[in-house]
């Protein structure tokens, strides 16, 4: 329902948004036309076109086709200012930021949109063995292992006849797990086929390890079962109701049922899980010493903040928690933290402070979906599709509407031409123009002299 119209100062507003994903950008632009001054804090200097992250990864795009510099981005927005810096305190009740730089920002509308990063459930010590996917930087350590993997076989296979058996674990089967497998197999399939005069990159085994029953649980039962199908044709393990019970370097314990597996593996990469950015927490807490009493801003397990109808913590009509970091309900579901709600989520906090500056009540927010989509390899996807109209989409079709609802979302028109010219030519040459490695040249756990593994049970 619709929320009592908000008083507004007298003078300008002051609108500070943190963090510069699809939610704080969607807001940013939101206010592009409204009478406010807008400063944007950010940690890093770029937006990050995160669902395709996992192609940076697997060397088929390079970080600047998916990364644009946020400056660049609102130089259009005159009301627009971007701090590269990174917050550190938050005080609701002198209105107010700190950031690591020792600055302090004020505001009058604060929207806290800084996203998740990953979890591992409580065992941190596994995040250097096994990275996760949610940065350009996580990207370029991803492609430095998988690339670094097959040079040290071939290297081994100089030195000693012989190399560790090139077996990629990939734990979580949600969307980012799904889409990681599925690369992995088409770079040993058909990419580096013919790179490599001393091992044959096409006898790798990519695992996929599940804990649920199903790989894309929370699509509908049909498509979980085309991704499944089409990760095997692929050469994917899929391996479901398995848990990863324990991993170190080199190797991957896993139980399925009562059975435990240990796997060796030259690279493990986690998609298992999320949890929400440390900003919750410090919403949460208050003040030292608080001047006021401050208001209880409520964390869920994942450390989500829950906001009600206005996508406002409880007593704080004037901070809004868009995108990931919210705990939004809706028809008694939780919306899901993905770029979509996201958007939405951002757009609808600029419409809030338009009506606020009208004078006007704000309408609650509503989350229209559209569907979700995910994509599986090389001319292969799966997409529920809601609007514009109704239908459960695999392979080609899939795939093509995968690429066409990228490209448009896509900022900036060189990063769009730039993306579909790679698509193009990496579909008709199989060729790879982002294959770099970078960095240190180990890997956790990399063996003198390989020894075989047993197969998963």
């Known amino acids: 329902m619709a929320q009592p119209a908000q008083s507004v100062p007298t003078a300008r507003p002051r609108v500070l948004i943190i963090g510069g994903g699809f939610a704080g950008l969607n807001a940013a632009r939101g206010v592009a036309h409204l009478p406010v001054d807008l400063t ?158 001393q091992i044959d990159p096409s006898k790798s085994r990519v695992l996929l390890l599940e804990g649920s029953p199903r790989v894309l649980a929370a699509y509908p039962a049909d498509l979980s079962a085309k991704a499944e199908a089409s990760l095997t044709h692929l050469g994917v393990e899929v391996h479901t109701g398995t848990r990863v019970t324990n991993l170190g370097p080199g190797w991957v314990e896993a139980k399925h049922g009562d059975t435990t597996t240990r796997i060796e593996a030259v690279v493990t990469l986690w998609a298992a899980g999320v949890q929400a950015s440390p900003l919750g927490k410090l919403l949460a807490a208050p003040p030292s010493p608080p001047a006021t009493p401050a208001a209880a801003v409520q964390l869920d397990k994942r450390g989500c903040v829950l906001v009600d109808d206005h996508l406002n913590p409880p007593g704080l009509p004037n901070v809004f928690v868009v995108g990931d970091l919210a705990h939004f309900e809706q028809d008694g579901h939780q919306v899901p933290g993905v770029a979509q709600p996201a958007m939405q989520m951002g757009t609808y906090a600029a419409h809030a402070i338009a009506a606020d500056l009208k004078g006007k009540p704000r309408p609650a927010f509503r989350y229209f979906d559209k569907g979700d989509m995910a994509t599986i390899g090389r001319m292969d996807a799966v997409a529920n599709v809601v609007w514009p109209f109704k239908a459960h989409l695999g392979g080609f079709p899939a795939w093509i509407t995968w690429i066409a609802v990228h490209i448009f979302f896509l900022i900036g028109f060189r990063n769009r031409f730039a993306v579909l010219l790679t698509w193009v030519w990496t579909y008709f040459t199989f060729s790879r123009g982002a294959r770099l490695i970078t960095g240190d040249q180990s890997l956790p756990g990399w063996p003198e002299k390989p020894q075989p593994s047993p197969p998963l049970t």
């Open 40 to 197: 944007l804090v950010d940690r890093r200097n770029h937006h990050t076109f995160q669902p395709l992250l996992y192609q940076v990864a697997l060397a088929v795009l390079s970080p600047a086709d998916i990364a644009q510099p946020i400056r660049s981005i609102l130089r259009n927005q005159p009301n627009a200012s971007v701090l590269m810096d990174e917050v550190t305190g938050i005080d609701t009740s002198a209105r107010a930021v700190s950031c690591a730089s020792g600055a302090t920002l004020a505001y009058d509308y604060l929207i806290i949109a800084t996203g998740a990063t990953h979890s591992y459930f409580g065992r941190d010590d596994w995040a250097p063995l096994a990275p996760g996917l949610k940065s350009v930087e996580d990207a370029t350590e991803i492609r430095r292992r998988v690339l670094l993997a097959f040079e040290l076989a071939e290297r081994q296979m100089v030195e000693h006849g012989s190399h560790p058996p090139l077996n990629f674990v990939v734990i979580g089967g949600g969307p980012t797990g799904v889409e990681l497998a599925g690369a992995i197999a088409d770079i040993t399939r058909l990419y580096m086929r013919r790179d490599f005069r």
